[in-house]
């Protein structure tokens, strides 16, 4: 293929296979990604967005176990689900990547590679282990403290300080399918990847890679000490199994599939667009061209940026990503998301009620992109109407109100001053757009303070001033703004715009009058 030196990848790590998205999930990081995508295409850049399903997750089996359906059916459901909610939700998918033979070729190949170069070791671990069967218990087989923080949770990475835990670290564990039986710990041999011998570049990469603050606290944090070596394989049946006789009979663990299935994604993402690639991971050599950019919760920043970096820096000749955007947790009236638990929103349910548009933009001015954000429905009626519907379409009011005598004197004239001043919104669009320093509050918050400002232009405006400016002024910078919200209020731009190109018609003189659409609101 051709290979443009400002290709854009973007990438949001595969939800576990165990359910549907919520609003939680969309709110964070997949509305992000989309978002970055439209507006990488809009300024001319090639961008492809890849995610999809982790099947190999054992909170698949526990998920199932506790649905009373096979662990098989559930991630094909899930799959299923998540794919119609990301569509009901406008969130465009280039690589939707699930196991098969293709990923998983991918995945031994990986890690065959950092086998033959010595970059992996063996290491005797000790585990919790139910005795009766002396099956091993990790990540969602095994619930309980965190060594670091004291927060309850499952083995593998603490959902809240983000740090590695090991299962024989758990303080107090106990066995989350058979929580009454006693456990002991049991010594068993696996590869791990020695994440510490990469410390300097490590170090060197966080020193020149822009993070919010979080996530520059939890890097801090790890590097402040020894980097613990992070399992490749696990002593289990559930997973790809690993290909190294010397750990015959175990899995790579699924918290290690990252680097390979980003990989894998975006080749998916590179051929459903029209690329022809020799090799999966073609698009990742150093040479190709690529940025890559994750947008992920911050308990998937560890595997991915620390260890999934220290592997790409080990197996070398790869690029490695430019910037890893972090979310905290969505909550639903002051408490977290569950799905066990019922207290959920789906997104593909609230599309049903509410248009899109209203629910891309009340979930960008929300993100919780520094801090925990809440959802209520109360608030997702009131900010629409307040800050979106009810001055949108106000303002195409009085356009459709003038647009037939407007359109008896041909085109209308736009001054100096108006064109500057769409300029000045396009730039303000692009300080919450353009990378590092993406903020979906931020765009928000500009889409609303310039729907406001036109508002009040349009307010000033009568079918009579064909004559003047003010009628020009506001219907190019009407079609400036759409173009600048395109990213988010996808229906709206797709009926009002021919197209979403930026930074569209910003030194145009005139402007063609036409009418606009109304955007539907949120029923109480």
């Known amino acids: ?81 998540v794919q119609q909610t990301l569509a009901a939700m406008g969130v ?58 004291r927060a309850e949770g499952c083995a593998g990475i603490c959902e809240s300080c983000g740090l590695p835990i090991a299962p024989g670290d758990l303080l107090d564990p106990r066995s989350s399918l058979h929580p009454d039986e006693p456990l002991e710990h049991r010594a068993a041999d696996i590869l791990v990847f020695p994440v510490e011998r990469y410390r300097a570049e490590l170090e060197a990469y966080f020193a020149r890679t822009p993070m919010r603050p979080r996530m520059a606290q939890l890097v801090e944090k790890a590097l402040a000490g020894p980097l613990p070596a992070f399992p490749i394989t696990q002593p289990t049946s559930w997973g790809i199994p690993a290909p190294f006789p010397e750990v015959a009979g175990q899995v790579i663990y699924p918290h290690m599939e990252g680097m390979p299935w980003s990989m894998f994604t ?26 890559v950019v994750y947008f992920l919760g ?72 520094f801090q925990r954000t809440d959802f209520t429905h109360e608030a997702l009626l009131r900010v629409s109407e307040s800050r979106l519907t009810g ?35 396009v730039e303000r669009f692009a300080d919450g757009y353009e990378l590092p320093r993406f903020s979906l509050t931020a765009v928000a918050s500009t889409l609303a303070e310039q729907l406001a400002r036109l508002d009040r232009l349009a307010a000033t405006v009568t079918a009579a001033e064909t004559a003047g400016t003010v009628a020009g002024d506001l219907c190019h910078q009407v079609d400036v703004f759409l173009r600048c919200a395109a990213p988010i209020l996808i229906d709206l731009a797709a009926v009002a715009l021919p197209d979403t190109t930026l930074p569209g018609h910003v030194d145009a003189d005139v402007v063609i009058p036409k009418r606009l659409p109304r955007l539907a609101g949120a029923v109480g």
């Open 298 to 369: 911050l308990d998937a920043t560890y595997p991915f940026a620390i260890v999934g970096t220290a592997m790409l820096t080990a197996l070398g000749g790869y690029v490695l990503p430019a910037q890893y955007i972090t979310n905290e947790f969505y909550e639903l009236a002051n408490e977290k998301f569950s799905t066990s638990r019922g207290h959920v929103v789906s997104g593909r349910d609230l599309a049903a009620e509410v248009p899109r548009d209203l629910i891309r933009f009340h979930l960008c001015a929300t993100s919780p992109e």
């Open 266 to 291: 975006t080749a998916l993402a590179a051929e459903k667009r029209g690329a022809v690639l020799t090799t999966d991971d073609e698009l990742w050599n150093a040479d190709s061209g690529t940025t």
């Open 92 to 149: 465009e998918v280039d690589g939707f990547g699930c196991i098969g033979d293709r990923f998983t070729k991918l995945v031994t190949d990986f890690y065959d590679r950092l086998h033959s170069l010595g970059r992996l070791e063996m290491r005797t671990v000790r585990s919790p282990s139910l005795p009766g069967t002396g099956e091993y218990l990790m990540d969602a087989y095994v619930t309980g403290g965190c060594r670091f923080c």
């Open 1 to 81: 293929m051709d290979r443009l030196m400002d290709r854009l990848v973007v990438i949001s790590p595969a939800p576990t296979a165990n359910g549907d998205l919520h609003l939680g999930h969309l709110a964070g990081p997949f509305l992000a990604a989309d978002v970055c995508t439209r507006y990488a295409r809009a300024t001319g850049r090639e961008a492809l967005y890849g995610t999809g399903m982790h099947f190999t997750q054992n909170y698949v089996v526990t998920a199932a176990k506790r649905l009373g359906v096979a662990p098989e059916e559930l991630r094909e459901r899930s799959a299923e689900q």
């Open 391 to 425: 001055p949108w379409n106000r303002v195409a009011a009085v356009v459709d109100g003038c647009v037939d005598q407007w359109l008896e004197h041909g085109p209308l004239r736009v001054c100096d001053g108006a064109r500057r001043t769409a300029l000045r919104m």
